[in-house]
């Protein structure tokens, strides 16, 4: 049985998904700006990640023991034709960071956008130096280059990886 299930964001996530937001921490990892996110801006985000996309798939992650929602994960900039998108995870919740929980959701992830959306290669954007570059090695992504000084954190520029798998990558 797998640790974590992914199902589709609903409104009751409102309260968990505001205090993520609103996480300064986790912007530092991630390595995007942090802005202050009022009730009505995570309202009208998540109303917004709670419908039909093309372009976009939303999703939470959640325990399966206890169906606690710990974090979300993402494909966006779906590409239909090249058959290509980018994946974002997040484990809001701090205690449930590095238990595993980031390999199983995505491992569910890349089966569902292989396998029943047909997509031929996903990639993702990680800040050097993010412990996660490790997580997503294991899944199977690798190093395809280098955005040099793409992100201003914590007063200075750092660069960022871009790495990817493709679904014949382990065939």
């Not at 239909?80 to 994946?87: F, K, N, S, Y």
């Not at 029943?116 to 690798?142: A, D, H, M, W």
Request: some cysteine.
């Amino acid at each position: 049985m797998e640790p974590v299930y992914l199902r589709a964001l609903e409104s009751d996530d409102l309260e968990r998904t505001h205090k993520w937001h609103n996480d300064h921490r986790m912007y530092n990892i991630m390595g995007g700006t942090f802005h202050y996110v009022s009730r009505a801006t995570e309202e009208e985000w998540l109303r917004k990640k709670q419908a039909y996309s093309p372009q976009e798939v939303s999703l939470a992650i959640c325990l399966t023991e206890t169906s606690q929602h710990i974090g979300n994960i993402y494909l966006r900039a779906i590409d239909w034709i090249a058959r290509h998108a980018e994946l974002q995870i997040w484990i809001g919740e701090p205690d449930q960071r590095s238990r595993g929980y980031g390999y199983a959701a995505i491992s569910l992830f890349l089966k569902y956008a292989f396998d029943t959306l047909g997509l031929r290669r996903i990639y993702l954007y990680v800040l050097e130096g993010n412990p996660s570059i490790r997580l997503y090695e294991k899944c199977g992504f690798i190093v395809e280059g280098k955005l040099r000084k793409h992100a201003f954190i914590g007063g200075e520029f750092k660069d960022f990886f871009i790495m990817g798998l493709c679904v014949d990558d382990n065939a």
